[in-house]
């Protein structure tokens, strides 16, 4: 599908991976609607690229479909949806002090899972009124983690979120096939967001130690490019792509 003229939803999209999606996303002629938790961020990112800011936070279904149904009065209905919204919050099961983590892992599965899944029904909902181009509606992109797959110690929460979305991925595809709707989602490996800037020097050669080729860090236009591709190429459906250098994350 051609991204130019189309209108795309990121979440996450005030920085890191989702705010270098948007900004891609708009310089290809896209119409983005920058949607964060940080509504000021939204606001901002989508200044410096020409889109539209919203903030929500993906856990409040009701406030979710508010904003979709916002985005589609003012900029049309989206036929690009890329979710980035998440977050990394990590513990033990039960940690040194006898305390458990069901909350914090309540929490993560609402956001990066569940709020992926509301973000998507509340879009897919709008796609399906829309005129098909080139035999198809539009496109989902979740983001699950290599985790998903190399979930480390303390990742529970994280890799339990993400393996949700990567597993929801081909059911979903199957199930919009008929209207032609793709999902997809990108599972990057380690990347250089604002959370790992922050990470002392030491601690980062540590983690990118790890990384066979290229041995660095991911760079965020990198995932914008392959959220592009993947908009760009409509064989590409119900599908898990790794973008991680080679990476296998170690057990710590």
Do not use: W
Not at 109 to 131: P, Q, R, W
């Amino acid at each position: 599908m051609q991204i130019d003229g189309q209108v795309a939803i990121v979440t996450g999209g005030a920085r890191g991976l989702g705010g270098a999606t948007a900004a891609h996303l708009a310089a290809l002629g896209a119409k983005v609607a920058v949607l964060d938790y940080d509504a000021e961020g939204a606001q901002a990112a989508a200044d410096k690229i020409g889109g539209a800011g919203f903030g929500v936070d993906v856990r409040d279904a009701a406030a979710v479909e508010a904003v979709v149904d916002q985005v589609a009065d003012t900029l049309g209905a989206a036929r690009v949806v890329v979710n980035c919204a998440g977050i990394a919050d990590a513990a033990r099961i039960v940690g040194r002090d006898g305390a458990t983590s069901v909350d914090l892992f309540r929490r993560v599965i609402e956001v990066n899972l569940i709020g992926s899944y509301t973000v998507a029904s509340f879009a897919v909902k709008h796609m399906m009124d829309l005129e098909p181009l080139d035999g198809e509606r539009g496109v989902v992109i979740n983001t699950s983690s290599v985790a998903y797959e190399d979930g480390q110690m303390g990742q529970s929460a994280y890799a339990a979120s993400k393996g949700g979305i990567a597993g929801m991925t081909l059911p979903l595809a199957r199930e919009l096939a008929r209207p032609g709707i793709r999902v997809m989602a990108i599972a990057p490996g380690l990347f250089r967001t604002p959370m790992m800037e922050s990470l002392p020097d030491e601690v980062t050669e540590k983690i990118t130690a790890n990384i066979p080729f290229p041995a660095r860090l991911g760079d965020p236009n990198e995932f914008a490019r392959l959220a592009a591709d993947i908009v760009g190429n409509s064989y590409l459906n119900g599908s898990v792509i790794r973008l991680d250098g080679a990476v296998r994350l170690p057990p710590k």
